[in-house]
T-cell receptor, first 111, second 115 residues
Framework: QKEVEQDPGPLSVPEGAIVSLNCTYS??????FMWYRQYSRKGPELLMY????GNKEDGRFTAQVDKSSKYISLFIRDSQPSDSATYLCAMNIDTGNQFYFGTGTSLTVIP | NAGVTQTPKFQVLKTGQSMTLQCAQD?????MSWYRQDPGMGLRLIHYSVGAGITDQGEVPNGYNVSRSTTEDFPLRLLSAAPSQTSVYFCASSLFRRQGVGGYTFGSGTRLTVV
């Protein structure tokens, strides 16, 4: 079983829709949770960063962590064509030396 | 401020050849790492370094060597290229040694094909 599971999609939505992206994980020791956005043929860029459980909001983006269910989510409100990318979740334990990445979900926002 | 710079962007190697992928960062980050990204496999850690002179293996280290003589540079060496090493390679750095804090800054990647 992989440490982190992520539905690869692809996911296609109309402009303005609310998008929900999700990851599940198996290691209850994970404490740091991140979402990266990766445009085609580019390196991933950090989008959201949360510690432990709870919600974090940044503009149109909201990250949620439910440690009891080992489930994290990224919500994108009022989605734009520029949001079309692959979204990667990543997580780590408190003293770990590497992040564990999901395989990424490909999102296309149609104008 | 260039961030993380990787060279070359593209490379084709023949089986058995060796080469070095270059990575440099100008952010004074302590932590640097190399990942490979393959379809359906996600990002997998090859090697990492928590400071100059300190390196360690990640999840998939076989066939690769690293060294960290300066804070800025972290080259990845392929010793004898194999078709299984065809991949996109990313260098990533972080301000803190303890990797949970702060997240990574990634380079733009090196697309390597081994024929």
């Amino acid at each position: 079983q992989k440490e982190v599971e992520q539905d690869p999609g692809p996911l296609s939505v109309p402009e303005g829709a609310i998008v929900s992206l999700n990851c599940t994980y198996s290691n209850s020791a994970f404490q740091y949770f991140m979402w990266y956005r990766q445009y085609s043929r580019k390196g991933p860029e950090l989008l959201m960063y949360t510690y432990s459980s709870g919600n974090k909001e940044d503009g149109r983006f909201t990250a949620q962590v439910d440690k009891s269910s080992k489930y994290i989510s990224l919500f994108i409100r009022d989605s734009q064509p520029s949001d079309s990318a692959t979204y990667l979740c990543a997580m780590n334990i408190d003293t770990g030396n590497q992040f564990y990445f999901g395989t990424g979900t490909s999102l296309t926002v149609i104008p | 401020n260039a961030g993380v710079t990787q060279t070359p962007k593209f490379q084709v190697l023949k089986t058995g050849q060796s080469m070095t992928l270059q990575c440099a960062q100008d952010m004074n980050h302590e932590y640097m790492s190399w990942y490979r990204q393959d379809p359906g496999m996600g990002l997998r850690l090859i090697h990492y370094s928590v400071g100059a002179g300190i390196t360690d293996q990640g999840e998939v280290p076989n066939g690769y060597n690293v060294s960290r003589s300066t804070t800025e540079d972290f080259p990845l060496r392929l010793l004898s290229a194999a078709p299984s090493q065809t991949s996109v390679y990313f260098c990533a750095s972080s301000l803190f040694r303890r990797q949970g804090v702060g997240g990574y800054t990634f380079g733009s990647g090196t697309r390597l094909t081994v024929v």
